[in-house]
């Protein structure tokens, strides 16, 4: 079984050195601590190697479609209609529940629509909020996920939007914090790496590489190792 590195990968612009030639360039979305785990047991498998780097969602987006990166993730499947230039990995990297998170007691939000009557913030480039939130919601975007937490908490919004996965990262070492994760989802949906068109051979071998990690045991058990705080409970955490 690969060795797994859940805890090694939380600084920027690493080289995930493998000893292959034409090493990728790869941005990862800030907070996304599994894909940086997976990154090196992933590469490992392929026989690729990459530098990992971290840059705004909306900049990674232009500068994968003009070739200036090579990978970027974790992304949903609506950018393949947006983006000439960019390609999808044939095989999720981790199914996303997309929520809402509150402070207040009196606020439900079960739909998209629910969201109307409040004032929202989200990430900003996260296609998935720009698509569905309703055109009459106040809104604030941010490019940087802990600012959604303080302008919730001084009251300045309603609501924050984000995934499970990573708001639990950001709030992990807060036991006292005030918020609710409110459920169900939004929106749950597979995301993936995606990769500019020149990369198509590399995107093909890390989709084998993935599915071989996923049938021997290691992407699970990497999985659990990364998420072993999360406890999900209907309401609030």
Do not use: C
């Given at each position: 079984m690969p060795r797994l590195f859940a805890f090694t990968l939380l600084f920027l612009n690493l080289v995930v050195s493998t000893g292959y030639a034409n090493p990728l360039t790869i941005s990862v979305e800030q907070n996304n601590v599994f894909l940086k785990a997976l990154?090196?047991?992933?590469?490992?498998?392929?026989?690729?190697?990459?530098?990992?780097?971290?840059?705004?969602?909306?900049?990674?987006l232009i500068e994968l479609n003009e070739g200036r990166i090579d990978a970027n993730g974790l992304r949903?499947?609506?950018?393949?209609?947006?983006?000439?230039?960019?390609?999808?990995?044939?095989?999720?990297?981790?199914?996303?529940?997309?929520?809402?998170?509150?402070?207040?007691?009196?606020?439900?939000?079960?739909?998209?629509?629910?969201?109307?009557?409040?004032?929202?913030?989200?990430?900003?480039?996260?296609?998935?909020?720009?698509?569905?939130?309703?055109?009459?919601?106040?809104?604030?975007?941010?490019?940087?996920?802990?600012?959604?937490?303080?302008?919730?908490?001084?009251?300045?919004?309603?609501?924050?939007?984000?995934?499970?996965?990573?708001?639990?990262?950001?709030?992990?070492?807060r036991t006292d914090h005030p918020f609710h994760f409110l459920y169900p989802p939004l929106h749950s949906t597979p995301s993936y790496l995606f990769f500019h068109k020149s990369r198509q051979e590399e995107a093909h071998k890390l989709a084998e590489a993935l599915r071989r990690l996923k049938a021997n045991g290691a992407y699970d058990q990497l999985k659990r190792q990364t998420y072993t705080h999360i406890k999900k409970r209907p309401g609030s955490i």
């Open positions: 990154l090196p047991d992933l590469l490992s498998e392929a026989k690729l190697e990459a530098k990992i780097i971290s840059i705004p969602s909306r900049r990674a949903l499947r609506i950018l393949e209609e947006r983006y000439p230039n960019i390609v999808r990995m044939d095989e999720p990297v981790l199914h996303i529940d997309f929520i809402a998170i509150t402070k207040r007691d009196d606020i439900m939000v079960e739909s998209w629509a629910d969201l109307a009557p409040y004032k929202v913030a989200y990430p900003a480039g996260w296609k998935i909020f720009d698509a569905n939130v309703p055109a009459s919601t106040k809104t604030t975007t941010v490019n940087d996920h802990i600012q959604l937490f303080n302008l919730l908490e001084i009251g300045r919004v309603d609501d924050v939007l984000l995934s499970e996965t990573i708001a639990h990262s950001l709030l992990k070492n």
